[in-house]
């Protein structure tokens, strides 16, 4: 394979690759099908950050017993509408995915659910979890805090996480709107990615560990900088809620405390916490009055007088859902070096891959 040429993979082949690997280092079968799905889905919506790259690093911590390969999840409090759980170290994506299902069940039955999760993981792309609750035609969110990636504002000490957040809307005619965005100008994903890919990324993404600009995907981040906050000052405010809306409501982990998918620790919890809704339309318009209004909102926004050069004004979630269809037909578009690392992995563990 050529430096640049990347292999194409279609979206089953490579899910059922990554269920094999989870299964063969002891995730239950169920779960791993729900994990490879979550994960090869991100590489499909074009958000190969958070993808297959990763599949290695999550395949390692299991392997070391840094997360729990079946799903544990135990409920400290439950009251109304709300629920509080642990996940006690289980791999993000499934508490993530469990935690939406009750936010979800909640909602059915009361109109609105919300559900917080403790020492949880790393879960991939946030905007694949308030996704769920569009099957039910509710609206869905998700707020979660992360590992230290930035300086919080005016500092220069990597404490506070780059802590997403996540919103999914139902529509009728229209696609759904899904809102899916961290708090950092980019993910740490991305530069990692370019580290790999060996490119230099622009100005304004990150800053050295001495909070200064760089163009060095490296000591953006894994040197010890730090991701920019998305609108300076007012990114960084999110920022600070964000984790008061989930570990400091919950009593987890926050700031340092939280361990780097990265990082080698033996005690195994990496400790993200998250909080998820889930709110039905009926309680207000009603479902499909609720949908025909998106679309006609969806409708205003798109027709709307363009800027010159623009030749259409997109929604959030387009662009994924379009690039979704285009890979279905011609294949998840790997990279050289992502390639590498799977086939290794795939090697060492004794499995098939489709490379």
Same mark, same amino acid.
């Given at each position: 394979?050529? =430096?640049?040429?990347?292999?194409?993979?279609?979206?089953?082949?490579?899910?059922?690759?990554?269920?094999?690997?989870?299964?063969?280092?002891?995730?239950?079968?169920?779960?791993?099908?729900?994990?490879? #799905?979550?994960?090869?889905?991100?590489?499909?919506?074009?958000?190969?950050?958070?993808? /297959?790259?990763?599949?290695?690093?999550?395949?390692?911590?299991?392997?070391?017993?840094? /997360?729990?390969?079946?799903?544990?999840?135990?409920?400290?409090?439950?009251?109304?509408?709300? %629920?509080? $759980?642990?996940?006690?170290?289980?791999?993000?994506?499934?508490?993530?995915?469990?935690?939406?299902? @009750? %936010?979800?069940?909640?909602?059915?039955?009361?109109?609105?659910?919300?559900?917080? /999760? +403790? #020492?949880?993981?790393?879960?991939?792309?946030?905007? $694949?979890? &308030?996704?769920?609750?569009?099957?039910?035609?509710?609206?869905?969110?998700?707020?979660?805090?992360?590992?230290? *990636? *930035?300086? &919080?504002?005016?500092?220069?000490?990597?404490?506070?996480?780059?802590?997403?957040?996540?919103?999914?809307? &139902?529509?009728?005619?229209?696609?759904?709107?899904?809102?899916?965005?961290?708090?950092?100008?980019?993910?740490?994903?991305?530069?990692?990615?370019?580290?790999? =890919?060996?490119?230099?990324?622009?100005?304004?993404?990150?800053?050295? +560990?001495?909070?200064?600009?760089?163009? #060095?995907?490296?000591?953006?981040?894994?040197?010890?900088?730090?991701?920019?906050? !998305?609108?300076?000052?007012?990114?960084?405010?999110?920022?600070?809620?964000?984790?008061?809306?989930?570990?400091?409501?919950?009593?987890?982990?926050?700031? =340092?405390?939280?361990?780097?998918?990265?990082?080698?620790? @033996?005690?195994?919890?990496?400790?993200?916490?998250?909080?998820?809704?889930?709110?039905?339309?009926?309680?207000?318009?009603?479902?499909?009055?609720? @949908? +025909?209004?998106?679309?006609?909102?969806?409708?205003?926004? @798109?027709?709307?007088? +363009?800027?010159?050069?623009?030749?259409?004004?997109? !929604?959030?979630?387009?662009?994924?859902?379009?690039?979704?269809? =285009?890979?279905?037909?011609?294949?998840?578009?790997?990279?050289?070096?992502?390639?590498?690392?799977?086939?290794?992995?795939?090697?060492?563990?004794?499995?098939?891959?489709?490379?």
């Amino acid at each position: 394979m050529e =430096k640049n040429d990347v292999q194409r993979v279609s979206f089953e082949d490579l899910k059922n690759f990554c269920a094999q690997a989870y299964q063969k280092v002891g995730v239950p079968d169920a779960e791993a099908e729900i994990v490879a #799905d979550l994960l090869v889905r991100s590489d499909l919506r074009g958000v190969d950050t958070h993808g /297959v790259t990763r599949l290695p690093i999550y395949i390692q911590r299991l392997q070391k017993g840094y /997360v729990r390969p079946a799903c544990t999840i135990s409920v400290v409090k439950e009251k109304g509408p709300t %629920a509080f $759980l642990e996940a006690h170290g289980s791999m993000g994506h499934m508490a993530a995915y469990r935690a939406m299902e @009750k %936010a979800i069940e909640k909602a059915e039955e009361f109109g609105l659910g919300w559900v917080s /999760v +403790k #020492d949880s993981g790393h879960f991939g792309v946030a905007g $694949l979890f &308030p996704m769920m609750a569009l099957k039910k035609d509710l609206i869905g969110y998700i707020v979660s805090n992360s590992a230290p *990636m *930035m300086f &919080p504002w005016g500092g220069r000490e990597r404490i506070i996480g780059n802590n997403p957040l996540a919103y999914a809307f &139902p529509a009728g005619q229209r696609q759904p709107v899904v809102l899916d965005f961290s708090l950092s100008v980019v993910s740490s994903g991305k530069l990692i990615l370019c580290r790999k =890919k060996g490119e230099r990324i622009p100005l304004g993404w990150a800053l050295d +560990k001495n909070g200064l600009p760089t163009e #060095d995907p490296y000591e953006g981040y894994e040197g010890g900088g730090s991701l920019a906050p !998305v609108g300076g000052h007012k990114g960084y405010g999110l920022v600070l809620v964000h984790e008061m809306l989930t570990s400091v409501l919950m009593g987890g982990k926050w700031t =340092k405390n939280i361990k780097s998918l990265y990082e080698e620790d @033996k005690s195994g919890i990496q400790g993200t916490c998250h909080s998820f809704m889930a709110l039905d339309p009926d309680c207000f318009i009603g479902r499909e009055a609720f @949908k +025909k209004n998106m679309d006609r909102y969806i409708d205003s926004i @798109k027709e709307s007088a +363009k800027a010159k050069g623009t030749d259409e004004i997109l !929604v959030p979630g387009e662009p994924e859902y379009r690039t979704e269809l =285009k890979l279905l037909k011609e294949g998840i578009p790997l990279p050289p070096n992502t390639v590498k690392e799977l086939t290794a992995m795939a090697e060492s563990l004794g499995v098939s891959h489709p490379f």
